[in-house]
């Protein structure tokens, strides 16, 4: 037993300081014995208009990671989780995941297990058992695109269609209505698409895509969904869960 709440597991967190959903929805889908504690990489609620500004929005996250590491990392977790999506794939490889978790690592001082949004997202599609084309909406921008690509490509995958929703401002990106969300669902959904992924862990869709899937007919990913259930499987968590998409109640 870790502790008295924590009998499973611990986990450490870092996500943006202008993140409204990660913390919600990871604990929504929290098992029991298992806790999650939040360190913020801390950045200005900027104006984000186009690629440039959205470029140095992530840059900021980048430079703010170590820290919120180091403090999250006096909580002692037993794994860590990235609750970032954009930041896991923003150098166009894998070498890039690899390179963060070695600098995770290296402040916590230990080989802590470190779940990723991107190792994440190709562990869910494999899971489905999808073959090629996806779609992904994120409320990013198109500069999103070919690091996107860059992680996905090799593993066999093509995103045919992009929704860039372009948030104004890093906090605006939760600021949505279910039917903003739908319609940013149903402008990329297509017969030639076997997934829709939605991508950026502000974007509020965990019970959202849980229906979808059901009025889609197909998988539909959503992040902060698939970077948690990643980090339970990968820690020897294999509880199921109704609410959070099928792959959390069956994978």
Do not use: C
Not at 26 to 42: A, E, F, I, Q
Not at 111 to 137: F, N
Not at 146 to 172: C, D, I, T
Not at 176 to 190: C, V
């Amino acid at each position: 037993m870790r502790d008295y709440l924590a009998w499973r597991l611990a986990f450490g967190v870092t996500t943006p300081s202008t993140n409204t959903v990660v913390q919600p929805e990871y604990d929504d889908m929290r098992p029991p014995g298992v806790t999650n504690h939040l360190g913020r990489m801390v950045i200005p609620d900027m104006a984000i208009n186009n690629n440039d500004d959205f470029d140095k929005s992530i840059a900021l996250i980048d430079a703010a990671l170590e820290g919120a590491v180091e403090r999250v990392m006096d909580s002692k977790p037993n794994a860590f989780v990235l609750g970032i999506s954009a930041l896991s794939i923003w150098g166009g490889n894998a070498a890039w995941g690899d390179e963060l978790k070695a600098r995770i690592r290296k402040v916590a001082g230990w080989e802590i297990p470190v779940a990723l949004a991107s190792d994440a997202i190709v562990a869910a599609l494999k899971a489905h058992g999808i073959k090629r084309k996806i779609a992904v909406m994120e409320p990013y921008y198109p500069s999103i695109e070919p690091r996107m690509q860059g992680v996905l490509n090799p593993h066999g995958y093509e995103v045919v269609r992009f929704n860039h929703m372009r948030g104004k401002s890093p906090a605006s990106y939760s600021i949505l209505t279910a039917q903003d969300m739908i319609e940013g669902m149903r402008k990329i959904d297509g017969d030639d698409i076997e997934a829709i992924v939605q991508f950026g862990a502000n974007l509020p869709m965990a019970r959202l895509a849980d229906e979808a899937e059901r009025w889609l007919n197909k998988p539909v990913i959503s992040v902060n969904v698939a970077t948690y259930w990643h980090a339970l499987r990968m820690n020897g968590i294999q509880d199921k869960m109704y609410g959070f998409t099928k792959l959390m109640s069956h994978f």
